[in-house]
Nanobody, 126 residues
């Protein structure tokens, strides 16, 4: 059973930055499509960024140019660097893993395709 544990959330002012981390219990990062999702207050869970095993990335339009997803396969760690944060970025952020082919889709953010999920880390921007 794969476990994913997020960290790095917190409260920041508008325009600030945060880096989220997600550590996996097994060596899945080199074999799975990895992604970050978020769920804002009263909203549905939405995809934020995804990264293929090759390192190619895909971003939601709302975060392009501000967020960067990366992975350290050797360290079983996924990152999300978030810059120029806005109040609308306030949400619980989750990392998730899906079969590798999911990341090759033009839109890889169907959360039903992701097998493993972390417990989430809260980001609040004010």
């Amino acid at each position: 059973h794969v476990q994913l544990v997020e960290s790095g959330g917190g409260s920041v002012q508008t325009g600030g930055s945060l880096t989220l981390s997600c550590v996996g219990s097994q060596d899945i990062f080199s074999r799975y499509c990895m992604a970050w999702f978020h769920r804002g207050p009263g909203k549905e869970r939405e995809g934020v960024a995804a990264i293929e095993t090759s390192g190619l990335t895909n971003y939601a339009d709302s975060v392009k140019g501000r967020f960067t997803i990366s992975r350290d396969n050797a360290g079983n760690t996924l990152y999300l660097q978030m810059n120029s944060l806005k109040p609308e970025d306030t949400a619980m952020y989750y990392c998730a893993a899906a079969p590798a082919y999911i990341c090759k889709r033009p839109y890889p953010f169907n959360d039903g395709d992701f097998y493993f999920w972390g417990q989430g880390t809260q980001v609040t921007v004010s």
